[in-house]
């Protein structure tokens, strides 16, 4: 894994190149994402919080990634959900980008929880909440406008343990690799597939998508 001092220009350069490509103007969020990054890979080494090692990786898998929903997110008001956080991801990132928005980060893990609230705390991050739950059973104090997640592997199971948490005008966002078509008749009503986001996300090799899940209107 290369973070030594020498190899964090040009991890700095490809994240700055990343943001650029995504219309993010890289400062000063890209200081901010790279003390997080720094953070993370120091907790992984000990904690083993994502199979991602090397930093260049990261730059990519988990901070451009979860960046490249950010206009999907920015774009409809109200507290955000991220289910099934993990390290962060994709809301801490957002988190930094959109620090309007409220993010409440719910995460079973009790090793990522921890390192969740050392990330709120260092990087001073007082639109953040950290919820150590299974999602199932946390009921929040209002619904979110919107309820994020990349953990799921199928729609129907985040639809089944998140559903509760999102606003009757509210919306799920799931985030995938390849479009799951076939998984839009495994829903259970009142859900629904509205909207289907192709995502570029730089320096990446694959399909992503960003599958956006709302309850039917009577």
């Not at 040009?10 to 997080?36: D, F, M, V």
């Not at 343990?161 to 259970?188: N, Q």
Request: charged share 20%; glycine share 8%.
């Amino acid at each position: 894994m290369n973070t030594t001092a020498d190899g964090m220009p040009a991890i700095a350069a490809e994240l700055a190149q990343g943001l650029a490509a995504l219309g993010i103007p890289p400062a000063p969020l890209a200081a901010r994402l790279l003390a997080y990054l720094a953070l993370l890979a120091k907790w992984n080494r000990v904690h083993n919080l994502t199979a991602v090692r090397d930093m260049r990786d990261m730059v990519r898998l988990h901070l451009l990634d979860s960046l490249a929903v950010a206009p999907f997110v920015a774009d409809m008001p109200g507290d955000v959900a991220d289910v099934g956080s993990g390290p962060g991801l994709p809301g801490i990132p957002l988190a930094l980008h959109l620090p309007e928005r409220h993010f409440t980060l719910i995460e079973t893990s009790g090793k990522k929880a921890s390192f969740l609230r050392q990330a709120v705390i260092e990087l001073g991050l007082v639109n953040v909440e950290v919820v150590q739950l299974r999602a199932e059973n946390y009921r929040p104090p209002s619904p979110f406008a919107t309820v994020i997640s990349r953990a799921f592997a199928a729609l129907a199971d985040f639809v089944a343990v998140a559903g509760h948490l999102c606003a009757a005008d509210g919306r799920l966002l799931a985030m995938k690799g390849r479009w799951p078509g076939d998984e839009s008749e495994a829903l259970p009503a009142p859900w629904q597939i509205t909207r289907v986001h192709r995502l570029d996300v730089p320096g990446v090799v694959g399909e992503r998508h960003l599958i956006e899940i709302r309850r039917a209107s009577s």
